[in-house]
């Protein structure tokens, strides 16, 4: 069974580059047709969805946040990264890493991790 496992950071400065990598326990993030997507959420504005990088390693941005953000991966660790620059206090949110399906014209989330708690401040 596949499991994601965030790691990274729980505070990070204001202006600063917030850095969270997942890791993914079995089966590779290469194989599949599957989409590696961070999500987040915060009290103010729900859940948000970020990006993806996806089997083949292409990735794909929310327009809110694509100039400040990219998703990498690490084929040889199986594992993929966040990146979020120029990172404010409305970034404060819980960031989850998940596995997604093609489903109907959407995605479908399957696999989650358990989150990580992602704090802005000086």
């Known amino acids: 069974q596949v499991q994601l496992q965030e790691s990274g950071p729980g505070l990070v400065k204001p202006s600063q580059t917030l850095s969270l990598a997942c890791i993914v326990s079995?089966?590779?993030?290469?194989?599949?047709?599957?989409?590696w997507s961070w999500i987040r959420q915060s009290p103010k504005k729900g859940l948000e969805w970020i990006g993806y990088?996806?089997?083949?390693?292409?990735?794909y941005y929310a327009s809110s946040l694509k100039n400040r953000t990219s998703i990498s991966r690490d084929t040889s660790k199986n594992q993929f990264t966040l990146q979020l620059s120029s990172v404010h206090p409305e970034d404060a949110a819980v960031y989850y890493c998940?596995?997604?399906?093609?489903?109907?014209?959407?995605?479908?989330?399957?696999?989650w991790g358990q989150g990580t708690q992602v704090t802005v401040s000086s």
């Open positions: 990088i996806d089997f083949r390693g292409r990735d």
């Open positions: 079995s089966g590779s993030i290469t194989t599949g047709y599957y989409y």
């Open positions: 998940t596995r997604a399906l093609a489903d109907f014209g959407g995605l479908r989330y399957d696999v």
